[in-house]
């Protein structure tokens, strides 16, 4: 092989594994993102308490929970 068909092939070769690797990064950040995302919400039960015990502060009904 030619040694310049040699230095393509290896650059292209660099080219795709930082592409995988972008992509694998991408990906993790996202698996990252989904969990944490889960653990920031109030559970639905802290929610209805707090709700239940501002309503009656406001002079509002309570809003109907799902």
């Known amino acids: 092989m030619h040694p310049t068909f040699h230095h393509e092939l290896a650059a292209d070769r660099v080219a795709d594994l930082h592409h995988y690797a972008a992509r694998e990064r991408m990906a993790k950040s996202a698996r990252h993102v989904q969990a944490h995302r889960n653990l920031s919400r109030p559970a639905p039960a ?12 406001r002079g509002h009904s309570p809003a109907p929970t799902r």
Do not use: G, Q, W
């Not at 802290?46 to 502060?57: E, N």
């Open 46 to 57: 802290v929610t209805a308490l707090a709700r239940r015990a501002l309503t009656p502060a």
